[in-house]
T-cell receptor, first 115, second 112 residues
C-alpha cells in the first residue's frame, strides 16, 4: 500500500510560468489537504478537498492559486504566473475522512523554485 | 497573537540529556493536539497525540493543560537520532474546516 505520492519532487519554474503539483492520496483516502512551507517557517494550511469538492480554501491566496481533486486521478495544485515568493515546499496530506492527525499522512513534498 | 507558538530554539543538548519543549495555542475551542517531527527537508511525521491525562511513548512524554492552553513534550535520554524539528500541531474542528495548524517548530540538535 503506497503512501501519499507527490510529484514532481523538485520543480523549477521561471517567473510568469505555471506550476502544477500533483498529489495521489493513499489508497482508500478521499480527503486531501495542501500545505505550504516557506524556508525557516512552519506549515501553513492552504486548502482541504474531497473528491470533486473544495471544502475549505481559506488558506489559499485569492489570485493565481487553484486546486482540484477530480473523480479520477490525483489532486492538482496549480499556480499561475509564478513569482519568486512562491518558492517553497508544498506538502500534501491525505486521510480516509475528516478526522484527527492520527490518520493524516503526508507526502514527501514538492519543492518549487522560481528563478 | 499567532495561533500556535513555540520556542524556535535551537536546543543543543548532549546525548543522554532530558529536554522539554513548550507550546501555547490561542484558540480555547481547539480540540485535538499533536506533536509532529520533521527531519531536514522531509515531510512531517506524527510523533504522538497529546491528551489531557498525559501520555507516554517510550522516552517521550506529552502533556496538555487546557486551562493554560499549553502543550509540552519531554524527551528523556536523548539520542543522536532525535535531532530534528519538533512541530506542535493543533486541530480545530467546526464548520467545514478540519485543518491542522502548525507551530513553526523547535529545532533540536543532540550532540555526541
Amino acid at each position: 500500500n503506497a503512501g501519499v505520492m507527490q510529484n514532481p519532487r523538485h520543480l523549477v519554474r521561471r517567473r510568469g510560468q505555471e506550476a502544477r503539483l500533483r498529489c495521489s492520496p493513499m489508497k482508500g483516502h478521499s480527503h486531501v489537504y495542501w500545505y505550504r512551507q516557506l524556508p525557516e517557517e512552519g506549515l501553513k494550511f492552504m486548502v482541504y478537498l474531497q473528491k470533486e469538492n473544495i471544502i475549505d480554501e481559506s488558506g489559499m491566496p485569492k489570485e493565481r492559486f487553484s486546486a482540484e481533486f477530480p473523480k479520477e486521478g490525483p489532486s492538482i495544485l496549480r499556480i499561475q504566473q509564478v513569482v519568486r515568493g512562491d518558492s517553497a515546499a508544498y506538502f500534501c496530506a491525505s486521510s480516509p475522512r475528516q478526522t484527527g492527525a492520527t490518520e493524516a499522512f503526508f507526502g514527501q513534498g514538492t519543492r518549487l523554485t522560481v528563478v | 497573537r499567532k495561533e500556535v507558538e513555540q520556542d524556535p530554539g535551537p536546543f543543543n543538548v548532549p546525548e543522554g540529556a532530558t529536554v522539554a519543549f513548550n507550546c501555547t495555542y490561542s484558540n480555547s475551542a481547539s480540540q485535538s493536539f499533536f506533536w509532529y517531527r520533521q527531519d531536514c527537508r522531509k515531510e512531517p511525521k506524527l510523533l504522538m497525540s497529546v491528551y489531557s491525562s498525559g501520555n507516554e511513548d517510550g522516552r517521550f512524554t506529552a502533556q496538555l493543560n487546557r486551562a493554560s492552553q499549553y502543550i509540552s513534550l519531554l524527551i528523556r535520554d536523548s539520542k543522536l537520532s532525535d535531532s530534528a524539528t519538533y512541530l506542535c500541531v493543533v486541530m480545530n474542528y467546526g464548520g467545514s474546516q478540519g485543518n491542522l495548524i502548525f507551530g513553526k517548530g523547535t529545532k533540536l540538535s543532540v550532540k555526541p
